[in-house]
């Protein structure tokens, strides 16, 4: 069983950085992933952020490409989403997720991370 911790969200001025963690437990990191950050925003809809191949590929939201980062650390098996000039917009929920690439193809999301960004 996969489980997704995540840690680092908080309140931030806009302008502001943070950095985001998600350590995963169990044989994730044996196995073929993509590795993501969604966010949700009240009331709306849960989005993509970025993701992360297993061999470094990264894709981006539009909305956040040149401000955020995602990376991992193998060795701590953990994935961070950098995020830098945080914008009032970006506030939300934000949600680490692993997709096997392997039947059963299961999706793993952890309990989510508050980031609030006051203008």
């Known amino acids: 069983q996969v489980q997704l911790v995540e840690s680092g969200g908080g309140l931030v001025q806009a302008g502001g950085s943070l950095r985001l963690s998600c350590a995963a437990s169990g044989s994730i990191y044996s196995i073929n992933n993509v590795m993501g950050w969604y966010r949700q925003a009240p009331g709306k809809q849960r989005e993509l952020v970025a993701t992360?191949?297993?061999?470094?590929?990264?894709n981006y939201a539009d909305s956040v490409k040149g401000r955020f980062t995602i990376y991992r650390d193998n060795a701590k098996n953990t994935v961070y989403l950098q995020m830098n000039s945080l914008k009032p917009e970006d506030t939300a929920v934000y949600y680490c997720n692993a997709k096997v690439l392997i039947f059963p193809f299961t999706d793993y999301w952890g309990q989510g991370t508050q980031v609030t960004v006051s203008s």
């Open positions: 992360l191949t297993r061999g470094d590929s990264t």
